[in-house]
């Protein structure tokens, strides 16, 4: 019995002692682990870290990179197919002059050979006083003073003589040679009738004109119709297409 007590009591010294002997070397594993597991979590972390500054760092350059290719990229152009359809363009006829004079038949009065509204009378012999207010030259006198003159030698003759005056129209368009050297130059360039006669006005060698103006000395527009001018040149009333040109 003693024996069997000695042998426990030896078998738990022997194992304590063994205990005692392996408990550093326990300790010193355990260090080693959690050590071991520190350094992964910082190697973890660091990895994570490193890896989200490149993310961010790679997503910065291909903000900037496409941010370059939209600014130095050409625009695309998109082309789209229509279906269109020739036809062959219109033809017109050739333009017209307006510069005509009106027709004879509106502007016939007498039945005279030129058409013109002339009406020819046998006139008794003057007398020497009207033969003298006949040859006055007013040409001297201003345009005023002229149209003064001649109104009071046109009131001083018989009333016969004065309503041939008025009557005695010539047409310019149909007698050029009986005015051609003598009734200076008028290019009518622009004819403006109103029924109101104040607003009525032509342009006359770039100069514009209304009714009772003097073109010059001798001549002066005496009234302005819807297709033609009637102008006085001297003792002569002369009537003028509209937009005509005279060459003098």
């Not at 006198?141 to 001649?150: G, K, N, Q, T, Y």
């Not at 010539?170 to 003598?182: A, D, E, F, Y």
């Not at 060698?205 to 003097?214: A, F, K, P």
Request: hydrophobic residues 35%; contains cysteine.
């Amino acid at each position: 019995m003693s024996k069997v007590m000695q042998a426990l009591e030896n078998s738990q010294k022997h194992h304590a002692a063994a205990g005692s002997t392996f408990a550093p070397h326990r300790h010193l594993g355990m260090s080693n682990v959690s050590s071991t597991r520190l350094a992964t979590k910082v190697a973890i972390v660091a990895a994570l870290a490193a890896g989200g500054a490149a993310i961010g760092v790679f997503q910065a350059y291909q903000l900037e990179k496409s941010v370059w290719l939209n600014q130095h990229s050409e625009p695309t152009v998109n082309k789209v197919s229509f279906d269109y359809q020739s036809a062959t363009a219109p033809k017109f006829n050739d333009l017209l002059t307006t510069n005509k004079p009106p027709p004879p038949s509106v502007l016939t009065k007498s039945d005279s050979s030129e058409n013109t509204r002339e009406i020819e009378f046998k006139k008794s012999q003057p007398s020497e006083q009207e033969g003298f207010l006949d040859n006055i030259d007013l040409s001297a006198l201003s345009p005023d003073i002229a149209m003064r003159v001649e109104a009071a030698i046109s009131n001083s003759k018989p009333a016969a003589d004065r309503k041939q005056t008025e009557d005695e129209v010539s047409i310019l368009s149909q007698q050029v040679g009986r005015w051609s050297g003598k009734l200076p130059a008028m290019n009518f360039q622009t004819h403006v009738y109103s029924s109101d006669f104040k607003k009525r006005w032509v342009k006359i060698n770039n100069i514009e004109y209304s009714e009772g103006d003097w073109i010059d000395n001798e001549t002066r527009l005496e009234k302005i119709e819807q297709q033609t001018c009637l102008i006085r040149f001297k003792q002569s009333l002369i009537e003028v297409p509209a937009l005509y040109d005279w060459k003098g």
